[in-house]
Structure formats: C-alpha cells, structure tokens
C-alpha cells in the first residue's frame, strides 16, 4: 500500500483508538483517543507495516477501530484508519493526494497487517482489560 508522503517527511505517529461516528461511514478526521505516540525508529516501523500492507479483497462492513495520525514539523500530513474486518483503509488530510482518497484494500491476514494490529492492541488499554 503507498503512502500518501514519503516516510521522511513523518517526525511522529499518533495511535489513536477510533471514536464511534454515528451516521458517519467514512471519517473525514481521525477521532477518539490517543493510545500512543510513536517517534523515530517505531514510527518508521509503523510506516514501513503500513507501506507493506499487500492488496486484498474489501468486504462491506467499514467499522474501522484504529488509525493514525502522522505529523510532520508543524502539521499533520495525512491520516488512516483501518477496518481489519473489511481490509479497508482511508487515508484522509492535507498531503493525501486525490487518486489516493476513498477505501482502499489491504490483506487484513497478512504479516505487516497482523503486526500492524498487534501494535494497536498492545497500546490499547481496553484490550489489555479483557
């Protein structure tokens, strides 16, 4: 999956667990609380799952859980969520280009995507609790 910027570009990564939008499908901003905030080697990290996602096969749901922000010096450059149940994934902000706008897929069994989540619910205090 492309990135919308170059990986350089990023000086952070937020984590962030998704607030429930009703009435909303498609999120035009990432909302809801942040679980971590990734810096230099684990943001690239991130990038690099993220970049690596393989295409997949969308099904219908969209009810994304997770997503990032990502910041550049002064601004967020872009933002994701992604729906491991549907492989669907929405890059919304500035730095997102409009041939990378709307869902796109991604293998939700894939290694980078199973990390990926892993990640997420590693940071994810709910999901700690159960």
């Given at each position: 999956?492309?990135?919308?910027?170059?990986a350089d570009q990023v000086l952070l990564v937020e984590a962030v667990r998704l607030a429930?939008?009703?009435?909303?499908?498609?999120?035009?901003?990432?909302?809801?609380?942040e679980l971590a905030v990734w810096?230099?080697?684990?943001?690239?990290?991130?990038?690099?799952?993220?970049?690596?996602?393989?295409?997949?096969?969308?099904y219908r749901c969209f009810t994304p859980r997770y997503g990032v922000r990502a910041h550049g010096n002064t601004d967020v450059l872009?933002?994701?969520?992604?729906?491991?149940?549907c492989n669907g994934a929405l890059?919304?902000?500035?730095?997102?280009?409009?041939?990378?706008?709307?869902i796109r897929t991604?293998?939700?069994?894939s290694p980078p995507a199973r990390e990926l989540l892993r990640r997420f619910r590693s940071c994810d205090p709910c999901e700690s609790a159960q």
């Open positions: 999956m492309l990135l919308p910027v170059d429930r939008a009703p009435g909303r499908p498609f999120p035009e901003t990432v909302v809801g609380e810096v230099e080697g684990e943001a690239e990290q991130v990038l690099g799952l993220i970049a690596d996602l393989p295409d997949g096969e969308r872009f933002e994701a969520v992604f729906c491991f149940s890059f919304t902000g500035p730095s997102v280009p409009a041939g990378m706008r709307g991604f293998d939700a069994d």
